[in-house]
């Protein structure tokens, strides 16, 4: 039997980004500037945007080494910002690939303390402001996708989306409600995009190491990784591989899905010691 040398399922070809373009939201930090530099060095022309001026700064100085990169400092919670970054990606790119909603807020307080200030908030980062800025940026993805090449969302959802957190102790009620609803606006959007050529996905992560989860890393480490079947927090790489997935050739086909990236933390019973 002699090899078919023009099967196209090398991993080189179904995972290539090559002449992509992306705009990270909250890219300045964290997991968003993990993904916005592998996709760089994939190939990847990126904009980040984020609301404070020195991050991006930072964040910038690191990611051109990399590649085609630019900051916006813009918050996606306020609507004059949202139509500047879809005006300056426009202008950077034309079309856009790969819209990753990715900025967010958390907030932790008992129930008799919680604030609807902070409430309104986490819903208004991690939910009403991927929908505005989604709706708003269509357009650009619209044109660039095609029926063989959809053009990607890829909202940031959490495991707290799928389970009700146990480890940080102090009630994060407003960051699991909107992850939740955006694993479920995911939904609703692919049905809606899939006729304009655009897939809509959710990766919804565990633990990885950010300014978000610096507190309960220090504080709960071992619990965490306790609680998570593969006894681990989640390494970089690991953010990057599933991205790159959904956004290439491999992942066109990937539509409305929330994809868990915990080591099956979100499928596992847990232990609440400390309740007991
Ligand atoms: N790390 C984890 O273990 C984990 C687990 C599950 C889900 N996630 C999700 O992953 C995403 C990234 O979180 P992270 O852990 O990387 O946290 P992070 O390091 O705190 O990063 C958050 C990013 O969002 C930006 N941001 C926050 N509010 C914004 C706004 N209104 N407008 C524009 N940018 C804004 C921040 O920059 P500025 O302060 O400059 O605006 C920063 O770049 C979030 O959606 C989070 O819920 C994280």
Redesign the pocket.
């Known amino acids: 039997m002699t090899a078919d040398l023009n099967c196209p399922y090398t991993v080189a070809k179904l995972f290539a980004l090559e002449g992509k373009s992306a705009l990270v939201?909250?890219?300045?930090?964290?997991?968003?500037?993990i993904m916005a530099k592998g996709l760089l060095q994939n190939g990847v022309r990126v904009i980040i945007?984020?609301?404070?001026q020195k991050?991006?700064d930072q964040a910038l100085e690191e990611l051109e080494q990399y590649g085609e990169c630019y900051a916006v400092i813009?918050?996606?919670?306020n609507q004059d910002d949202r139509q500047a970054l879809v005006r300056e990606t426009a202008n950077r790119f034309g079309g856009l690939s790969i819209l990753i909603n990715?900025?967010?807020?958390?907030w932790g307080a008992k129930l008799e303390e919680y604030p609807d200030a902070g409430f309104a908030k986490v819903i208004d980062?991690?939910l009403n402001?991927v929908f505005s800025l989604t709706r708003d940026i269509v357009p650009l993805l619209e044109q660039a996708a095609t029926p063989e090449d959809p053009a990607r969302i890829i909202n940031?959802?959490?495991?707290?989306g799928i389970h009700v957190p146990i480890v940080q102790r102090v009630p994060t009620f407003a960051?699991s409600a909107s992850?939740a609803a955006l694993h479920h606006l995911t939904k609703s959007l692919a049905i809606d995009l899939a006729s304009k050529h655009i897939t809509v996905n959710a990766v919804?992560?565990?633990?990885?190491?950010?300014?978000?989860?610096d507190y309960v890393f220090e504080h709960f480490r071992q619990d965490i990784e306790d609680d998570c079947p593969l006894h681990r927090v989640?390494e970089p790489e690991e953010i990057v591989g599933i991205v790159a997935y959904l956004a290439s050739r491999a992942g066109a086909y990937t539509n409305g899905t929330v994809i868990p990236v915990d080591g099956g933390t979100s499928i596992s019973k847990g232990s609440r010691p400390w309740m007991d």
């Open positions: 939201s909250g890219g300045s930090s964290g997991l968003g500037l945007a984020s609301r404070k991050k991006c813009a918050d996606v919670t990715n900025a967010g807020a958390n980062t991690n402001a940031i959802g959490s495991m707290d960051y992850k919804a992560p565990g633990f990885f190491e950010s300014r978000m989860t989640g």
